[in-house]
C-alpha cells in the first residue's frame, strides 16, 4: 500500500483546508482509509476514517462537525476537508490504511502511513 498525503499548508483561524491522500497497492476489499495526525514527540491522533465495506465514516470528537472526509469513486484518492480550523490543529497529518475491517467500521488506527503533511493555524 502507498499512501501520499498532500494540501498542508499555512492558515489563519477559522480558515479551510483541504487534505488530499492519493492511495494505491490494494485491492477495494474490507479495509478503510482515514487521516490521522502526530507532532514530533507526541501520541497520535486519529482524525476521520473511511471504510470500504458500507462506505461509513468515523471522526474523532474534536473533528466531528467540523472535518468531512470524502473519496473519489475509484478510491484512489481520498480528502480531508477541515474547516474552521483553530491553533491547536496544527500538527503533521498522516493518510493511513486499516486492514480487515469487515465489520464495515473502521477505528481510527491504521497499519500503513506515507509522509505527512503539516498544518499550521496561526491566531
Known amino acids: 500500500v502507498q499512501l501520499q498525503a498532500s494540501g498542508g499548508g499555512l492558515v489563519q483561524s477559522g480558515g479551510s483546508l483541504r487534505l488530499s491522500c492519493a492511495a494505491s497497492g490494494f485491492i477495494l476489499d474490507d479495509y478503510a482509509i482515514g487521516w490521522f495526525r502526530q507532532a514530533p514527540g507526541k501520541e497520535r491522533e486519529g482524525v476521520a476514517c473511511l471504510s470500504f465495506v458500507g462506505d461509513n465514516t468515523r471522526y474523532a470528537s474534536f473533528a466531528n462537525g467540523r472535518f468531512i472526509i470524502s473519496r473519489d469513486d475509484s478510491w484512489n484518492t481520498v480528502y480531508l476537508q477541515m474547516n474552521n480550523l483553530q491553533p491547536e490543529d496544527t500538527n503533521v497529518y498522516y493518510c493511513?490504511?486499516?486492514?480487515?475491517?469487515?465489520?464495515?467500521?473502521?477505528?481510527?488506527?491504521?497499519?500503513?502511513w506515507g509522509q505527512g503533511t503539516l498544518v499550521t493555524v496561526s491566531s
Open positions: 493511513g490504511f486499516e486492514h480487515d475491517v469487515r465489520s464495515g467500521h473502521c477505528s481510527l488506527m491504521f497499519d500503513n
